[in-house]
């Protein structure tokens, strides 16, 4: 069996202990792919999922095991919690070992770019246009995942490729879209504040890979519609990547992406 490996892979939004988790897509990704170092982004365990009622099958705890295996044998491993790990941000300053704990980490890649890796939910006062959008937002959101949870069953059934139901619906609410645009501005920013090159972010489910303001702005995605996860190449390129019934699927490149975003400065300079 092949192994590709990564210098770095960054993951978000697991949300181990829901039943969305698409925890046999985490588990055969694994198989197939290793890393030097991995970021989790955040939203690893799903505490909120957990005080509401108790699931945790044994494929969740084997993802946990597989993770602190790694970390004992050489593999980096850097834990950002989320608003739904929240709880374990309070262990911030604990010495955990093989595991290190951060509110956010700046990772240097293979060509000396910094990029600052943080969650995302600080954000959320620039993004949510009001309580009772949010409240409407969250509990739509819950009933698209659970139509999505049937739909992927049905589809299993008839040997059909995993497709997002509610990432379809999402990309068709202008809502949304305003969402995800002021998200990512609000990361930029960011990033810019940070004096960083680029920023990767995880809480809005939304797997991303562009230049915007000569910033690389990326954001993970999750495993709980979209199945996607950032990865740096051993020549320092940072790749968005789907990992569907068979392989990781290229999305986007940066070096391209880079590429794109000079041409374009190029032509703005010229007029």
Not at 53 to 58: K, N, V
Not at 101 to 116: C, D, F, P, S, V
Not at 213 to 219: K, Q, S
Request: charged residues 25%; contains cysteine.
């Amino acid at each position: 069996m092949n192994i590709n490996t990564y210098r770095t892979l960054w993951l978000s939004d697991l949300h181990l202990g829901n039943r969305d988790c698409k925890i046999d897509y985490l588990l055969n990704f694994f198989e197939h792919n290793q890393a030097e170092t991995i970021i989790l982004v955040g939203d690893i365990i799903d505490l909120w999922s957990q005080k509401n009622r108790s699931y945790w099958p044994q494929s969740h705890h084997a993802l946990l095991n597989l993770l602190i295996d790694k970390a004992h044998h050489g593999c980096k491993i850097i834990y950002i919690p989320g608003n739904h790990d929240e709880k374990i941000r309070d262990f911030l300053h604990y010495d955990f070992g093989h595991i290190q704990l951060e509110r956010q980490y700046i990772h240097t890649t293979a060509t000396g770019k910094k990029i600052l890796a943080l969650h995302g939910d600080e954000f959320d006062d620039l993004v949510t246009i009001n309580r009772f959008h949010s409240y409407l937002g969250d509990k739509g959101y819950d009933f698209l995942l659970f139509l999505n949870r049937w739909l992927h069953h049905i589809r299993r059934k008839l040997n059909k490729p995993y497709w997002s139901l509610a990432t379809y619906l999402k990309q068709r609410v202008d809502k949304a879209h305003q969402a995800i645009a002021r998200f990512r501005q609000a990361a930029i920013d960011n990033a810019k504040d940070s004096q960083v090159d680029g920023i990767i972010c995880g809480h809005i489910h939304q797997p991303d890979l562009q230049y915007c303001d000569d910033i690389l702005y990326a954001n993970c995605g999750d495993w709980v519609e979209n199945c996607t996860l950032l990865t740096e190449t051993h020549d320092g390129a940072i790749q968005l990547r789907h990992w569907t019934d068979t392989h990781c699927e290229l999305i986007a490149d940066s070096r391209n992406l880079f590429n794109q975003n000079k041409k374009q400065s190029l032509k703005k300079n010229v007029a």
